[in-house]
């Protein structure tokens, strides 16, 4: 079987790359087990300490492959995926420069940040092949307005990066010359953060939404009480009050 990503690390940042453009980077059984493989083996990696999820050609990821939809045997399916990228303990930012349809729309709403070049497109197109945007509502549902989910939902219509951004499926859209650099700014700013810090706040942004109130109070109260006991805030706020880099601080890739 083909690997259908490639995976590089430099500087503290794995870049998993989606490389199938002649099948515009469809999720294809060979696509959901390399990104699959790659996203575990960054999560594996303690030298890894963010994640760049992007493509090849003008497609970041066409959705489901038609020609085997329904019946793929991938180890991890979209959902496992999805829901691999929400629970890694790294950022996972996601660099668009090309269209995202269907499914591809999932994996921009489930990286931790997104940017997009204003030049992409996005589109919830399964309704008009006669399916649903079901396993991906999960991911999208919570960032979105009922009205604006109701609308791009069940029109199936295509609608650019500053819509995207407007309705909270990405970070923001940037103009496409600006890509590169939207994206290591982002990088930089995330590497200066503490990596239990960071995972800390990924759980946090999943979980509290979906406790009630004096849940989320105490189960909050507990990890500050955590995080403040670690050697990772010792470290960080002697470093703070010395008024020099924290030991996890470094220079993007």
């Not at 204003?118 to 009205?147: D, N, Y």
């Not at 759980?203 to 507990?222: C, H």
């Not at 500050?224 to 010395?242: D, H, K, M």
């Amino acid at each position: 079987m083909g690997r259908a990503t490639t995976y590089e690390v430099s500087a503290g940042v794995a870049t998993v790359t989606l490389d199938a453009p002649e099948q515009r980077n469809a999720l294809s059984t060979e696509m959901l087990d390399s990104l699959g493989d790659d996203l575990e083996r960054a999560d594996g990696d303690p030298a890894v300490r963010a994640v760049v999820l992007t493509h090849t050609g003008t497609t970041f990821c066409a959705g489901a492959d038609l020609s085997v939809a329904g019946r793929t045997s991938s180890r991890l399916d979209l959902a496992g995926i999805l829901r691999l990228i929400e629970e890694l303990d790294k950022p996972v930012v996601g660099r668009i420069a090309g269209h995202c349809r269907g499914g591809g729309v999932g994996l921009a709403a489930a990286c931790d940040l997104s940017i997009a070049s204003s030049a992409a497109t996005f589109a919830f197109s399964e309704v008009r092949l006669g399916v649903a945007p079901a396993v991906i509502s999960v991911v999208c549902l919570p960032k979105m307005r009922r009205a604006d989910a109701a609308e791009l939902f069940l029109t199936g219509a295509a609608f650019g990066a500053d819509r995207a951004a407007e309705v909270g499926l990405i970070t923001r859209a940037v103009p496409e010359a600006d890509l590169e650099e939207a994206v290591d700014q982002v990088l930089g700013h995330l590497l200066a953060g503490g990596p239990r810090a960071l995972a800390a706040i990924k759980l946090i942004l999943s979980k509290v939404p979906f406790l009630e109130r004096d849940q989320a109070f105490e189960w909050t109260s507990a990890q500050s009480a955590r995080l403040f006991a670690s050697q990772e805030a010792t470290a960080g706020i002697a470093a703070f009050r010395e008024r020099r880099a924290p030991p996890w601080a470094g220079p993007v890739r």
